[in-house]
């Protein structure tokens, strides 16, 4: 009794430190599904793997509560002073959101299976580490004056490219979604703090819909351990995320992304020696 008890309590507590890894690597351009991976070898979580897989996804739902909470008066598209009034900027930048999800949207829809068969091993995660890692490395060292300095100035074909980086990290994991996405905003003229905040708005609506379809998928038949689990999960990785988010957006002020990009090899060589050892 007292045995499984403690058991408990000790999948509770790696629960809190995946959701930890969560809430920080979701947001920062070096790929949750890398360090999720690695975490997952050295502190494994003991339950079915069809929970476990639902629970790395759904877990990320914690992490985009807090992008309403940090971006509420940009995303919401109405406001409520001395009567409701339409914000026609936040409708446009939502429509830009839309088509850049587009892509993503159709690969997963249409090839889900066929994409997680063929990619999801980590040999392919580290070779997206070390891939787009040089390419930070790359991008930032180009020496070019963004053209694109607020989310306003974000034309509907800029958005369409940031959507197509990001079908590129909905394809091959260890890519990072917010890394693909940074990367394509830069690629084409994008300020970095326009790129993150673009990323950060533009993951509410992607990772709310990939968190909803694996519940589905999951079904309703819980046991209580696994609720409290995934719940302790989610609520980690949300508070994670809150600061997170807002010391990413203040550090990029003043650095660029390259610190990133080399941290992105390092981890990619890591997992590679670790695989072949």
Same mark, same amino acid.
């Given at each position: 009794?007292?045995?499984?008890?403690?058991?408990? /309590? $000790?999948?509770? *507590?790696?629960? @809190?430190?995946?959701? =930890?890894?969560?809430?920080? #690597?979701?947001?920062?351009?070096? &790929?949750?599904?890398?360090?999720?991976?690695?975490?997952?070898?050295?502190?494994?979580?003991?339950?079915?793997?069809?929970?476990?897989?639902?629970?790395?996804?759904?877990?990320?739902?914690?992490?985009?509560?807090?992008?309403?909470?940090?971006?509420?008066?940009?995303?919401?598209?109405?406001?409520?002073?001395?009567?409701?009034?339409?914000?026609?900027?936040?409708?446009?930048?939502?429509?830009?959101?839309?088509?850049?999800?587009?892509?993503?949207?159709?690969?997963?829809?249409?090839?889900?299976?066929?994409?997680?068969?063929?990619?999801?091993?980590?040999?392919? /995660? $580290?070779?997206? *580490?070390?891939? @787009?890692?040089?390419? =930070?490395?790359?991008?930032? #060292?180009?020496?070019?004056?963004? &053209?694109?300095?607020?989310?306003?100035?974000?034309?509907?074909?800029?958005?369409?490219?940031?959507?197509?980086?990001?079908?590129?990290?909905?394809?091959?994991?260890?890519?990072?979604?917010?890394?693909?996405?940074?990367?394509?905003?830069?690629?084409?003229?994008?300020?970095?703090?326009?790129?993150?905040?673009?990323?950060?708005?533009?993951?509410?609506?992607?990772?709310?819909?990939?968190?909803?379809?694996?519940?589905?998928?999951?079904?309703?038949?819980?046991?209580?351990?696994?609720?409290?689990?995934?719940?302790?999960?989610?609520?980690?990785?949300?508070?994670?995320?809150?600061?997170?988010?807002?010391?990413?957006?203040?550090?990029?002020?003043?650095?660029?992304?390259?610190?990133?990009?080399?941290?992105?090899?390092?981890?990619?060589?890591?997992?590679?020696?670790?695989?072949?050892?």
């Amino acid at each position: 009794m007292y045995k499984r008890q403690i058991i408990e /309590v $000790v999948e509770l *507590l790696k629960a @809190v430190i995946f959701g =930890f890894m969560q809430g920080v #690597t979701e947001w920062l351009p070096v &790929s949750s599904t890398g360090h999720m991976i690695l975490l997952n070898e050295f502190l494994p979580l003991y339950q079915s793997e069809e929970f476990l897989e639902l629970f790395f996804v759904v877990i990320q739902f914690g992490s985009i509560l807090a992008v309403p909470l940090l971006f509420w008066k940009r995303m919401v598209p109405c406001a409520v002073r001395g009567g409701f009034r339409l914000k026609p900027d936040i409708l446009l930048l939502w429509g830009k959101i839309t088509v850049a999800c587009i892509p993503a949207g159709v690969a997963a829809l249409l090839w889900n299976d066929e994409i997680n068969d063929l990619f999801y091993h980590p040999h392919v /995660v $580290v070779i997206m *580490l070390i891939v @787009v890692g040089v390419l =930070f490395l790359v991008v930032e #060292t180009r020496k070019r004056e963004p &053209s694109v300095h607020t989310v306003a100035e974000l034309t509907w074909r800029a958005a369409w490219w940031i959507g197509c980086f990001q079908m590129i990290a909905a394809i091959f994991p260890g890519t990072s979604r917010s890394g693909a996405t940074i990367i394509g905003a830069l690629m084409i003229g994008v300020s970095r703090t326009v790129a993150a905040e673009f990323t950060f708005i533009m993951a509410f609506p992607v990772m709310l819909g990939a968190s909803l379809f694996k519940l589905v998928q999951f079904g309703w038949e819980w046991t209580w351990v696994e609720a409290v689990i995934l719940v302790t999960g989610m609520i980690a990785a949300f508070l994670v995320s809150l600061l997170v988010i807002q010391g990413l957006m203040n550090f990029i002020k003043g650095h660029s992304f390259k610190i990133f990009g080399w941290y992105r090899i390092g981890l990619g060589i890591v997992m590679a020696l670790y695989i072949l050892v």
